[in-house]
């Protein structure tokens, strides 16, 4: 597997990528991008570790895999490449974006935010093409978990966005007493109408980034 990664997080990460379980998850990886479609394209499946370095964190969004739509996932939790139709999830995104903070945010490729410390991370970096979940138990998990913990014990004052139960299990990852944790339902339609909806977490984030001495995010269009 092609490991585009930043030297920043190559250093924390080389442990994990020595462990058994990485030589297995990089096999399966290999074999289901062989054998047929599957997402983000193998180089994009990296790209939020090498977007955001990890001393230029600030925010971290996480999301649970990979859009298994084929164009729709580029490697960053949520985000389409512009042109490509939004997903749902991102639709609702933006209407909070707009609520929240009277953004009218049009690109869909949200690689701006990954460029000012947000870390668009999914939990599970790929997936089987028309099959959500499909990548889910291999291993992943255990890498994500790392940068996780990682970011909560070496940093200080981020900003956590849990959107539903899945990205909420994470907590134990994260120390509280050292970083902001915004927890709300998913914007999923299924969801976004039971408290994802009126949870202002893009004001929250900038808030509290602006309350010890950070410059806040800019949510709209680069």
């Keep these: 597997m092609d490991i585009r990664i930043d030297a920043s997080w190559k250093a924390r990460l080389e442990g994990e990528f020595a462990q058994p379980y990485w030589e297995r998850l990089a096999a399966f990886v290999k074999a289901e991008y062989a054998a047929g ?7 994009t499946i990296f790209r939020a570790f090498d977007l955001t370095p990890f001393e230029q964190v600030k925010v971290v969004i996480l999301g649970q895999d990979p859009y298994h739509t084929p164009g729709a996932a580029m490697g960053l939790c949520f985000s389409v490449p512009d042109g490509h139709p939004p997903q749902p999830s991102l639709q609702n995104i933006f209407k909070e974006l707009s609520t929240d903070v009277g953004i009218e945010r ?10 000012q410390g947000v870390f668009l991370l999914n939990s599970v970096l790929t997936v089987r093409a028309g099959a959500a979940g499909s990548h889910a138990a291999k291993g992943w998990e255990k890498l994500t ?3 996780i913990r990682h970011l909560s014990a070496e940093r200080s004052n981020l900003v956590f966005i849990l959107w539903g139960g899945y990205a909420q299990a994470k907590r134990t990852l994260i120390d509280p007493g050292k970083h902001l944790v915004l927890a709300a339902p998913h914007p999923s339609p299924l969801s976004a109408s039971k408290g994802f909806f009126g ?12 309350a010890h001495g950070q410059a806040a ?6």
């Design 217 to 222: 995010i800019a949510w709209g269009e680069s």
């Design 37 to 43: 479609p599957c997402c983000p394209p193998g180089k």
């Design 145 to 147: 978990d790392s940068a």
């Design 106 to 115: 049009t690109h869909t490729d949200l690689s701006d935010w990954a460029g």
């Design 199 to 210: 949870s202002k977490p893009f004001s929250q984030a900038n808030a509290y980034l602006q």
